[in-house]
């Protein structure tokens, strides 16, 4: 988990209000990507960002929003039109985006429906 | 289409015993394989990647993988377990199509070792 944060631990949301996670790095990593984990499924991915003021749609980005102003920040919103928000939050890192990088994984936002 | 089959929920071994954790790989091209750990409520650990060369990798924590071309596997092995080896574990694969950068992953394997 070291170098990267994830913000906060745990989160609640009401029907159709807006959530914002927070992923930040201190690594010196151009690329970063955000993960929805639910049980049994595995990991997928929502956003990525291969370097600053860019981002592009992963397999399931419908009703979730990002951006990418700092190299060291890459917040998440998820918006009212994600009908099943509730799910384990996984923000990654990697020095670059090829192939045979690593890419190292936050410490993760569990996000609740209230 | 690129896949990653890990084909047991759940993996029991006792304390000192050698384990096995198994995964299987659909990708176009030569692979690039990755494991990882979870422990409750926390992130994802990197533990080693198989990216080309020697097929045995050692990664962290005394664990290490076994590349197989032929029988396109990648598991991940450890000669002695440990209580605090009990955990979730992830095999990834890099995609080789799409230009995101993503990892395909593995639906998970708990590993459970019993003292």
């Known amino acids: 988990d070291g170098g990267i944060t994830q913000s906060p631990k745990y989160l609640f949301r009401k029907e159709g209000q807006n959530v914002t996670l927070s992923c930040e790095q201190n690594?010196?990593?151009?690329?970063m990507y955000w993960y929805r984990q639910d049980p049994g499924q595995g990991l997928r991915l929502i956003y990525y960002?291969?370097?600053?003021?860019?981002?592009q749609k992963g397999d399931i980005a419908e009703g979730y929003s990002v951006s990418r102003e700092k190299k060291e920040s890459f917040p998440l919103t998820v918006t009212s039109a994600q009908k099943n928000p509730t799910a384990f939050y996984l923000c990654?890192?990697?020095?670059?985006?090829?192939?045979?990088?690593?890419?190292?994984f936050g410490p993760g936002t569990r996000l609740l429906v209230l | 289409a690129q896949s990653v089959a890990q084909p047991e929920d759940q993996v029991n071994v006792a304390e000192g015993n050698p384990l096995t954790v198994k995964c299987t790989y659909s990708?176009?091209?030569?692979?690039?394989l990755f494991w990882y750990v979870q422990y409750p409520n926390r992130g994802l650990q990197f533990l080693l990647k198989?990216?080309?060369?020697?097929?045995l990798v050692k990664g962290s924590y005394g664990f290490e993988a076994e590349f197989n071309k032929s029988q396109t596997s990648f598991h991940l092995k450890k000669p002695s377990a440990l209580v605090s080896d009990s955990a979730l574990y992830f095999c990834a694969v890099r995609d080789m199509v799409s230009n995101t950068g993503k990892l395909i992953f593995g639906q998970g394997t708990t590993l459970q070792v019993k003292p």
């Open positions: 960002s291969q370097i600053v003021n860019d981002f």
């Open positions: 198989y990216i080309t060369g020697d097929n």
């Open positions: 690594l010196n990593h151009d690329a």
């Open positions: 990708v176009s091209g030569n692979p690039y």
């Open positions: 990654a890192s990697s020095i670059a985006s090829g192939r045979r990088e690593t890419q190292y």
